[in-house]
Nanobody, 122 residues
């Protein structure tokens, strides 16, 4: 079992930036960031495979960057040009077998963090 702890969420104005972190007990083959807004389904934001392959959801492309810090075992999500529509609880997830095609699909991920809240005001 992988332990995941998110941090770094907060409140920011539209157009601002935020970097959230997921401290992991160990890296897995697939890791990703998801988010869930009130009343909405959980959706994939960005995912990364152990070979460095990355996928972003369309709304995150050009604004968000997922990265891994191998020295301290942190999965980062840097978010720029934030919009009110980005307001959500952000979760990191880890799995060894979910598959690259399912990087942004919340189903079948085995390990989840508790989430960190990101609020973007207009």
């Amino acid at each position: 079992q992988v332990q995941l702890v998110e941090s770094g969420g907060g409140a920011v104005q539209a157009g601002g930036s935020l970097r959230i972190a997921c401290i992991v007990s160990r890296y897995t083959k697939y890791m990703a960031w998801f988010r869930q807004a009130p009343g909405k389904e959980r959706e994939g934001v960005a995912g990364i495979k152990d070979d460095g392959s990355i996928r972003y959801t369309d709304s995150a492309k050009g604004r968000f960057t997922i990265s891994k810090d191998n020295a301290v075992k942190i999965l980062w999500l840097k978010m720029n040009s934030l919009k009110p529509a980005d307001t959500a609880t952000y979760f990191c997830a880890a799995d060894e077998r979910v598959g690259y095609s399912s990087l942004l699909t919340p189903r079948n991920w085995r390990s989840w963090g508790q989430g960190t809240q990101v609020t973007v005001s207009s």
